[in-house]
């Protein structure tokens, strides 16, 4: 999105071969960006078209990711972004694993990237990974989340046995979740993150 910022003055922004928006390039990638979250599923089934883009062995295969938050259009700075994973179990003889989920803003950014620790995988042939993203001070607007599964350990390297794009995609609204206090305005000059934990002295 960065790109086409840069290259260009207009924007058109098809929806099923109809123009949905057409105008200045800023408006028209704000637009996109916000389509996206609107027609974005909550559970989604993986497939090697639309989130994958090489071929790795797969011997631990994402199935099915799903956003649990229950309105994932309005989530808030200080809410956990809930999610869970459905993965198959293709090598029997895998007996630990890490995962990692790498929040990208919509102009291409990783903003934010946890990895869990070593996991110990289960001998049945699928299981689910819940993940509460805590503590991620994003600020307002769209993001999509990848993930990867694999094995990232200091001692034997890494290893990627999956990797999955463009699956998963939310809007900050909120700056606290109890309150539903909504950002009056958010510059992208900013950043991505808005930082509270902060102490202040006036001498």
Request: net charge neutral.
């Amino acid at each position: 999105m960065g790109a086409v910022k840069n290259l260009c003055k207009r924007g058109i922004v098809l929806n099923q071969g109809q123009v949905a928006f057409d105008g200045g390039v800023e408006e028209a990638v704000e637009y996109y960006m916000e389509s996206s979250v609107r027609n974005s599923k909550r559970k989604v089934l993986i497939n090697n078209r639309d989130h994958r883009d090489g071929v790795l062995s797969k011997e631990l295969e994402f199935i099915e990711a799903e956003m649990l938050n229950s309105d994932m259009e309005n989530l808030a700075t200080n809410e956990p972004i809930k999610l869970k994973l459905h993965i198959k179990k293709n090598n029997k003889s895998i007996q630990k694993f890490t995962i990692g989920a790498h929040i990208i803003s919509m102009d291409g950014q990783c903003v934010a990237t946890t990895i869990s620790p070593t996991l110990v995988c289960p001998q049945q042939n699928s299981f689910f990974v819940n993940l509460a993203i805590k503590n991620h001070n994003l600020a307002q607007g769209n993001y999509k989340i990848y993930f990867n599964i694999g094995l990232k350990e200091a001692t034997s390297g890494t290893i990627d046995y999956d990797i999955i794009k463009n699956v998963l995609y939310c809007h900050i609204s909120y700056r606290t979740f109890s309150n539903k206090d909504a950002y009056s305005g958010w510059m992208s000059c900013w950043g991505k993150h808005l930082v509270e934990s902060v102490d202040y002295e006036i001498n």
